[in-house]
Structure formats: structure tokens, C-alpha cells
């Protein structure tokens, strides 16, 4: 049954809760000198090509990032001449939130009953790692972790990616001129 909940949830309908306002954790090597990144390769999740991914989200996120680099004024190249490649993987956890609360007071306190609720919602990660092409070690890390949400349109998916996307670059490090 979790495998079909996964099947029909799509996946990076991702990291969306209530809430619109993403917190990426990230980390890179300070020692790195990021003002020689010049371009840049997204390899995305080839090495992990998680089955659950549908190749219209993979697309998503690639042009996201994509869009975010090109902000920063990095050029896309083929694989062997980038400067970095980008890599990332999505992974999805079923989760229960289980809270409880006192059920009747009376002029003593509670009665003794404490009311149960459990809740079954699915988390999404999304972790990008920026990969040092010559060395081929990580350079940066940005993940974020949220409640799935499952959107109307492909409009509505393509722009919470987006948003994601942004959240996570928000947090690389500035290139100074």
C-alpha cells in the first residue's frame, strides 16, 4: 500500500506544506573558490534514477536549476568541459504525527481521559549537491525536508518546484566580481 501511495503521489508535488516559505540547510567548503565556477553541467539524479520520479518532474527541476545558475551568471556546457555538475536526489518517508490533548476538565483538573489524534501525511527531501567536475568531490549541499502536497495543475507543480529551486540556490555562495 505505501508503494502505490508513492506510485500516485507525485513526488515533487514536493516539499510543500501550508506554508510557501522554504528554509534550505546548506553546506559547502569554505576553502573552495567558487568566483572560478564559470559553468556547469546538470547531471541531476542520473546515478540514483529513482523510479518514482516521473521524467515530467525531473524536467521540472532541471529547468529550475538551470534557471537559478543562469542568474548567477554560470553558463550550461556539456559534461566534460563544466566546471561543476550538479547532482540531486528526491526521497519520500511515510510519517504519522500523532498529538494528544486532555478530554474534559472539571473543577479538579482533567478527568483522566486524553483524546488521540494520528495523522499519516508523506515527507519529501530534496538534496543538491554541486560537484567540483576536475576533483569530483562536493562543493556545496542544499537540502530541504516538507510535507508532501499534491497540486491541480502542472502549473502549480512547475511553480512550488521553482520556488523550492530558488529556497536552495538562495543559499550558494555568492560569486564576487
Known sequence: MKAIKLVILPILALLSACSTTYEAESDYNNAYNFNEVESYHVIG????????????????????????????????????????LISYFVVTK?????????????????????????RDYVEGTIVIDVIDNKTHKSIWRSSINKSVKEFDTPEERSQEIAKVIKAMFSEFPSQTS
Not at 516521473?54 to 568541459?81: V, Y
Request: hydrophobic share 30%; net charge positive; glycine share 6%.
Open 45 to 84: 539524479d542520473a546515478q540514483y534514477k529513482n523510479p518514482y520520479l516521473s521524467d515530467m518532474n525531473r524536467e521540472r527541476i532541471n529547468d529550475s536549476i538551470s534557471a537559478e545558475l543562469a542568474k548567477l551568471k554560470l553558463e550550461q556546457q556539456n559534461k566534460s568541459s563544466a566546471d561543476v
Open 94 to 118: 511515510d510519517k504519522v504525527k500523532v498529538t494528544s490533548s486532555p478530554v474534559g476538565y472539571g473543577r479538579y483538573g482533567a478527568y483522566g481521559q486524553t483524546h488521540i489524534n494520528a
